[in-house]
């Protein structure tokens, strides 16, 4: 957010079409909306409506919203994700028919750590930072998101307006991003492992803000699955997780034909010299004793040789 807030956020601009934005944000909501048996619909006004923007970064703030309605809508509900050219904008709105907001929460619900009361105990272990996160983000780009309900119970509207590629309102854009000339920062596809929760889901928005893709996972087991099906460029694994244990993990990827390629880091609040020893011995690259710098494990991401 800090980032965000003071302009250090380098967007990865490029011309692209709304309805490529629109598909992205519905592949990755789409897994737990048909878990929750909703059904989710798009339209769009105009397909080849077109957007200065960095594609990363609107899809995360797009599938941002169409989670958390899936989140805060019961089973069987509806989420609808609408596309329209307004002037010199375009508008990308999700529906939902969830439990809504009260009329105070509306003008807080952007801020960091804000979560409607009636919506705590559905909020899956979230922090209630995304909403503030894609408001940074929306607002980098020169544009804006609102909120809206009809009250309690009665579902929410969230509206992301962004510039049109083809108006006059990017000379805002631009004004608001500044110099984006400087080296892109190689992306990664990180799998980050942690029974903390709360951890977890921080750590992983850190590293998507430093433009990396990130998948999680709170436990050994499914750790290693991951590992297994992803074969990621970077594996970050506490140590002292249930099935498996870091070390355990880290032994199996490394036994892969493909293992000894990822750079693998040992993530824990172990930090004596011998449990730095077992780390190595398990095939971990480095040793990261709790709690360590985000910005520093992003830099040693981003060194690793492809």
């Given at each position: 957010?800090?980032?965000?807030?003071?302009?250090?956020?380098?967007?990865?601009?490029?011309?692209?079409?709304?309805?490529?934005?629109?598909?992205?944000?519905?592949?990755?909501?789409?897994?737990?909306?048909?878990?929750?048996?909703?059904?989710?619909?798009?339209?769009?006004?105009n397909?080849?409506?077109?957007?200065?923007?960095?594609?990363?970064?609107?899809?995360?703030?797009?599938?941002?919203?169409?989670?958390?309605?899936?989140?805060?809508?019961?089973?069987?509900?509806?989420?609808?994700?609408?596309?329209?050219?307004?002037?010199?904008?375009?508008?990308?709105?999700?529906?939902?028919?969830?439990?809504?907001?009260?009329?105070?929460?509306?003008?807080?619900v952007?801020?960091?750590?804000?979560?409607?009361?009636?919506?705590?105990?559905?909020s899956?272990?979230g922090?209630?930072?995304?909403?503030?996160?894609?408001?940074?983000?929306?607002?980098?780009h020169?544009?804006?998101?609102?909120a809206?309900?009809?009250?309690?119970?009665?579902?929410?509207?969230?509206?992301?307006?962004?510039?049109?590629?083809?108006?006059?309102?990017?000379?805002?854009?631009?004004?608001?991003?500044?110099?984006?000339?400087?080296?892109?920062?190689?992306?990664?596809?990180?799998l980050?492992?942690?029974?903390?929760r709360?951890?977890?889901?921080?750590?992983?928005?850190?590293?998507?803000?430093?433009?990396?893709?990130?998948?999680?996972?709170?436990?050994?087991?499914?750790?290693?699955?991951?590992?297994?099906r992803?074969?990621?460029?970077?594996?970050?694994?506490?140590?002292?997780?249930?099935?498996?244990?870091?070390?355990?993990?880290?032994?199996?990827?490394?036994?892969?034909?493909?293992?000894?390629?990822?750079?693998?880091?040992?993530?824990?609040g172990?930090?004596?010299?011998?449990?730095?020893?077992?780390?190595?011995?398990?095939?971990?690259?480095?040793?990261?004793?709790?709690?360590?710098?985000?910005?520093?494990?992003?830099?040693?991401?981003?060194?690793?040789?492809?």
């Amino acid at each position: 957010m800090a980032r965000i807030t003071q302009r250090k956020l380098v967007l990865k601009n490029e011309t692209v079409t709304a309805v490529s934005m629109m598909e992205a944000a519905l592949e990755a909501a789409r897994p737990l909306a048909d878990a929750k048996r909703h059904t989710l619909t798009s339209t769009i006004d105009n397909p080849a409506a077109q957007l200065m923007a960095d594609p990363v970064r609107v899809a995360q703030v797009l599938s941002n919203l169409l989670n958390n309605a899936s989140k805060y809508t019961d089973p069987g509900g509806r989420i609808a994700l609408d596309v329209r050219a307004q002037g010199d904008w375009l508008e990308f709105a999700v529906t939902d028919s969830g439990i809504g907001l009260e009329p105070g929460a509306i003008a807080t619900v952007f801020a960091m750590f804000a979560q409607e009361h009636s919506a705590i105990d559905r909020s899956e272990g979230g922090l209630g930072i995304g909403l503030a996160l894609a408001k940074g983000l929306v607002e980098l780009h020169g544009g804006m998101i609102t909120a809206a309900s009809e009250g309690a119970g009665r579902g929410s509207r969230f509206v992301v307006r962004l510039p049109s590629a083809t108006t006059a309102a990017n000379s805002r854009w631009e004004e608001l991003v500044g110099d984006a000339s400087q080296a892109a920062v190689p992306s990664r596809l990180v799998l980050l492992a942690d029974d903390n929760r709360d951890s977890a889901d921080v750590m992983a928005e850190l590293l998507r803000m430093a433009g990396h893709v990130v998948h999680t996972s709170n436990d050994g087991l499914q750790a290693a699955a991951l590992a297994l099906r992803l074969q990621p460029d970077v594996l970050v694994l506490d140590i002292g997780m249930p099935g498996l244990n870091g070390y355990e993990v880290a032994r199996r990827v490394r036994a892969q034909p493909w293992g000894a390629r990822p750079l693998m880091i040992a993530a824990t609040g172990w930090g004596q010299d011998d449990d730095r020893q077992k780390a190595l011995a398990a095939g971990f690259d480095m040793h990261l004793t709790k709690p360590f710098d985000p910005a520093h494990l992003s830099e040693l991401i981003v060194r690793r040789k492809d």
